[in-house]
T-cell receptor, first 109, second 117 residues
Framework: GQNIDQPTEMTATEGAIVQINCTYQTSGFNGLFWYQQHAGEAPTFLSYNVLDGLEEKGRFSSFLSRSKGYSYLLLKELQMKDSASYLCAVMDSNYQLIWGAGTKLIIKP | GAVVSQHPSRVICKSGTSVKIECRSLDFQATTMFWYRQFPKQSLMLMATSNEGSKATYEQGVEKDKFLINHASLTLSTLTVTSAHPEDSSFYIC?????????????FGEGSRLTVL
């Protein structure tokens, strides 16, 4: 079966760095996505990785290792507004998105 | 960036009535739209894929007669929850794929919170 695993909840301190991991087992692979979702709101796109390596975009970076079925989202200089759920999603061979359950990130002052 | 608008954002209805939720792509044509359902503290659950001009493709376990989807134009898809019951109360979210890109970047509507009394 297809499976996306990510931690349920993480806590970090304002100004610090946090890494949210995602491992996956899917039928084929056509890219991995990270989305941010604030409570009661729809997700917003953060990043897309289809090749191995690190993609940096401002305070957020995303890493992919296809051979390991592994990705992480790195958030630097954490701000209180970064408190949200972070969803990992993989596009399978049928170009369907398989979603993880999300990681709730709590930022403390 | 591309904008997807969803309406209404909140709706409360009585059990047994039907509710229609609209999803519009405001500045691009979306040949494919997706409808999701999300329960509290859970991930998005894909309900159906809506393709303009053809019947929607429903995921396993989703009742097509209960959740009617219409994608009559390249900018509008609608989800109608028929004969709603309290267990249908949920957060319904639509997304649209920009153009025919297979990179998969989806633009999401704001979501619609349905409460069935």
């Amino acid at each position: 079966g297809q499976n996306i695993d990510q931690p349920t909840e993480m806590t970090a301190t304002e100004g610090a760095i946090v890494q949210i991991n995602c491992t996956y087992q899917t039928s084929g692979f056509n890219g991995l996505f990270w989305y941010q979702q604030h409570a009661g709101e729809a997700p917003t796109f953060l990043s897309y990785n289809v090749l191995d390596g690190l993609e940096e975009k401002g305070r957020f970076s995303s890493f992919l290792s296809r051979s390991k079925g592994y990705s992480y989202l790195l958030l630097k200089e954490l701000q209180m507004k970064d408190s949200a759920s972070y969803l990992c999603a993989v596009m399978d061979s049928n170009y369907q998105l398989i979603w993880g359950a999300g990681t709730k990130l709590i930022i403390k002052p | 960036g591309a904008v997807v608008s969803q309406h209404p954002s909140r709706v409360i209805c009585k059990s047994g009535t039907s509710v229609k939720i609209e999803c519009r792509s405001l500045d691009f044509q979306a040949t494919t739209m997706f409808w999701y359902r999300q329960f509290p503290k859970q991930s998005l659950m894909l309900m159906a894929t809506s393709n303009e001009g053809s019947k929607a493709t429903y995921e396993q376990g989703v009742e097509k007669d209960k959740f009617l989807i219409n994608h009559a134009s390249l900018t509008l898809s609608t989800l109608t929850v028929t004969s709603a019951h309290p267990e249908d109360s949920s957060f319904y979210i639509c997304s649209a794929k920009h153009g025919r890109s297979d990179t998969g970047e989806l633009f999401f509507g704001e979501g619609s919170r349905l409460t069935v009394l």
